[in-house]
């Protein structure tokens, strides 16, 4: 029953106190406006809760995952849990957009 | 919404093993604490979290304890407090 949100009290190393900040890639903000449009009042695809279930759900393998693969995971679980799309449609849009990337990096 | 409890209120968080959307950590569940504050009625997460609707809102508090209370090993000053939000239905008069 102890996911990864609910480690307080257990054993652990010192608090590294450096702030190690980041500046948003352009990625990342994708995600983020992605996460925008899915939660917004209008479309409300989900809520939250829901993606903070899901991170969740990576149990162990949450603290290897940096914060903005965590989220672009748990909105893809969970539109193939609401049925948005399948994981056939989802692997097959991989698959494009992989072949448009690696088309675009050599220069096509 | 009513407010079962007030600022001041001695309460136990319950020792209950849930499966599901929690938010109430395992770190303080059966430990007691005072009522800091009431912060008011939230939709319940527990079942936002499965895309229903929350409802009925949920009353959330904030609760303060004293460090020795959650960390038996605690060897810091007994007066170090920790806060912590807790819902209604995660806690019982002490």
Redesign the interface.
């Known amino acids: 029953?102890?996911g990864p949100q609910?480690y307080?009290?257990l054993p652990a190393g010192a608090v590294d106190p450096v702030k190690h900040e980041h500046v948003p890639t352009h990625w990342e903000k994708t995600v983020d406006a992605l996460m925008m449009l899915i939660f917004d009042q209008r479309r409300q695809l989900?809520?939250v809760?829901?993606s903070?279930?899901m991170q969740?759900m990576l149990g162990e393998d949450y603290h290897k995952y940096p914060y903005y693969e965590r989220w672009l995971q748990a909105v893809a679980w969970l539109m193939l849990e609401?049925g948005v799309f399948t994981q056939e449609e989802l692997e097959a849009k991989q698959t494009e957009v992989r072949g448009r990337l690696e088309a675009e990096r050599s220069g096509n | 919404m009513e407010t079962k409890y007030q600022p001041g209120d001695k309460v136990q968080i319950l020792q209950r093993?849930?499966?599901g959307?929690?938010r109430t950590?395992?770190?303080v569940r059966g430990k007691v604490g005072v009522i800091e504050r009431i912060v008011g009625a939230f939709p319940n997460?527990e079942t936002?979290?499965?895309?229903h609707s929350?409802l009925p809102y949920k009353m959330l508090y904030r609760v303060n304890f004293k460090q020795g209370e959650?960390?038996s090993d605690y060897d810091g000053s007994p007066d170090d407090t920790l806060e912590i939000e807790i819902y209604e239905h995660w806690m019982a008069p002490a």
């Open positions: 029953m102890r609910d307080g009290g989900a809520r809760d829901e903070r279930r969740e609401k | 093993n849930q499966p959307h929690v950590p395992i770190y997460p936002l979290a499965y895309g929350g959650l960390w």
